[in-house]
């Protein structure tokens, strides 16, 4: 860590014009990349100078970029602000590399039934109400996916709600990712308050957000647009 600073003041005394920072924290202990990645923050707003930070760890990229160019094989997959990536990803690389847990992605198909339009879940259906891509005449295979954090427990008279069962629950104190799988349903995973009473077998009751559902095409990977309207 005292390399690491000395090596930041070593470039800062120069006065450059831009600042290039190959994953500057990778080999620092949890508790002091924290630490650095604050000071980090602190002396680019303070210096005011261009940096262009490469890393791996996205807590990094969302915590400090102004700006995040995420990029696969060479290729820039989306380039935008750290909220528009993890709100609107481009493709499925950055729906899966953006995000913790991992944005739940499944196959599924959307269905049309007397002007409502439904994506499958196994043998569930999801109502997506008045759908920008029915109306655009789209069906057939495609691929959805939807945030953690946009999954609700349900009550089991929901006539929405989904039953899956609980095989894994994370606490962490603050929030509880709790892992789901159910009969002819892809596993999902969930993060609710620390106040969840789930436990490990427990069968349990759940909710998709329609309007936070992502759709992507099943061959290029390439997200659709206007998906709720």
């Given at each position: 860590?005292?390399?690491?600073?000395?090596?930041?003041?070593?470039?800062?005394?120069?006065?450059?014009?831009?600042?290039?920072?190959?994953?500057?924290?990778?080999?620092?202990?949890?508790?002091l990349?924290?630490?650095?990645?604050?000071?980090?923050?602190?002396?680019?707003?303070?210096?005011?100078?261009?940096?262009?930070?490469?890393?791996?760890?996205?807590?990094?990229?969302?915590?400090?970029?102004?700006?995040?160019?995420?990029?696969?094989?060479?290729?820039?997959?989306?380039?935008?602000?750290?909220?528009?990536?993890?709100?609107?990803?481009?493709?499925?690389?950055?729906?899966?590399?953006?995000?913790?847990?991992?944005?739940?992605?499944w196959?599924?198909e959307?269905?049309?039934?007397?002007?409502?339009?439904?994506?499958?879940?196994?043998?569930a259906?999801i109502?997506?109400?008045?759908?920008?891509?029915a109306?655009?005449?789209?069906?057939?295979?495609?691929?959805?996916?939807?945030?953690?954090?946009?999954?609700?427990?349900?009550?089991?008279?929901?006539?929405?709600?989904?039953?899956?069962?609980i095989?894994?629950?994370?606490?962490?104190?603050?929030?509880?990712?709790?892992f789901?799988?159910?009969?002819?349903?892809?596993?999902?995973?969930?993060?609710?308050?620390?106040?969840?009473s789930?436990?490990?077998?427990?069968e349990?009751?759940?909710?998709?957000?329609?309007?936070?559902?992502?759709?992507?095409?099943?061959?290029?990977?390439c997200?659709?647009?206007?998906?709720?309207?």
């Open positions: 860590g005292q390399r690491q600073r000395v090596a930041l003041a070593r470039a800062m005394i120069r006065k450059p014009g831009l600042f290039l920072m190959d994953e500057p924290l990778a080999n620092l202990d949890a508790k990349r924290t630490e650095m990645r604050r000071e980090i923050i602190t002396l680019q707003r303070e210096l005011g100078v261009t940096t262009i930070y490469v890393t791996h760890d996205q807590t990094e990229a969302m915590t400090m970029g102004t700006r995040i160019a995420v990029i696969s094989g060479g290729v820039l997959q989306q380039f935008g602000t750290p909220q528009e990536i993890y709100r609107n990803p481009a493709n499925l690389f950055v729906a899966g590399f953006i995000g913790s847990p991992n944005m739940n992605v196959d599924t959307l269905i049309s039934n007397n002007g409502q339009h439904y994506l499958t879940l196994g043998n259906r109502p997506m109400g008045k759908s920008g891509l109306a655009r005449g789209l069906q057939g295979p495609i691929k959805a996916g939807i945030r953690p954090e946009h999954i609700v427990p349900a009550a089991p008279d929901d006539p929405h709600a989904v039953r899956m069962k095989s894994i629950l994370e606490n962490t104190g603050r929030e509880a990712a709790v789901l799988t159910g009969a002819d349903i892809p596993d999902m995973t969930m993060v609710t308050g620390a106040d969840f789930g436990r490990a077998g427990q349990v009751y759940i909710r998709l957000k329609p309007e936070k559902i992502h759709l992507f095409n099943t061959e290029t990977g997200a659709y647009g206007d998906v709720y309207v």
